[in-house]
């Protein structure tokens, strides 16, 4: 099972988030971080994804980095993006999203990944959904290789 949290304002992360949740199948399921309460932290895959908020993490995906505790995330498997401005000066909230999941005990099985916009409230940039839709298959591939090993 995968769930995948996402935080957007302008709703170019949400379709960020849908395409990786289509492409992973019935096994997963997405939810807006406003939902939050209502689901347990113990799918085999944890993906969180936001837009880049003043080189951060959305306050919401800050605040619920923050709660997790130490051991929280231990025995899951993670993987974080962030959508963006194609600048130099964009920062990256997708390694800051992976340090906090990482501090909960997270396996991080992905380099964090970003997705850019054409501007503040978008569109994504030419390609992206094919891009998501790609990284959603290389994170199935390396879950589905280390069941395999794991089950010898
Ligand atoms: C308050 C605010 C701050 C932002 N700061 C950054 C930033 O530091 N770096 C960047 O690349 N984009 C920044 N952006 C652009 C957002 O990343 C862009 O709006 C987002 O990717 C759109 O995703 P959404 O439609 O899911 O909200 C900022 C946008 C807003 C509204």
């Known amino acids: ?19 990786i949740t289509e492409t992973i199948g019935a096994s997963a399921r997405c939810i ?10 113990n799918d085999d895959l944890l993906i969180v994804g936001c837009p880049i908020n003043a080189w951060h993490p959305t306050p919401k995906i800050v605040e619920f980095l923050k709660s997790l505790s130490p051991s ?3 025995g899951v498997s993670a993987a974080s993006f962030d959508t963006r401005i194609d600048s130099i000066f ?13 501090k909960a005990g997270a ?13 503040t409230a978008g ?16 994170l199935m591939k390396v879950m589905h290789n280390t069941h395999a090993v794991l089950a010898g």
């Open 32 to 41: 807006l971080i406003d939902d939050i309460e209502k689901v347990n932290l």
């Open 90 to 102: 964009s920062g990256n909230a997708a390694r800051r999203i992976a340090s906090g999941l990482k």
């Open 72 to 74: 929280q995330l231990s």
């Open 123 to 138: 569109p994504l940039a030419d390609g992206e959904i094919e891009k998501a839709k790609e990284w959603a298959r290389s």
């Open 1 to 19: 099972m995968a769930l995948i949290i996402y935080d957007s304002a302008y709703g170019n992360t949400k379709r960020i988030a849908e395409a």
């Open 107 to 119: 396996i991080m099985v992905a380099a964090p990944q970003a997705f850019y916009v054409k501007a």
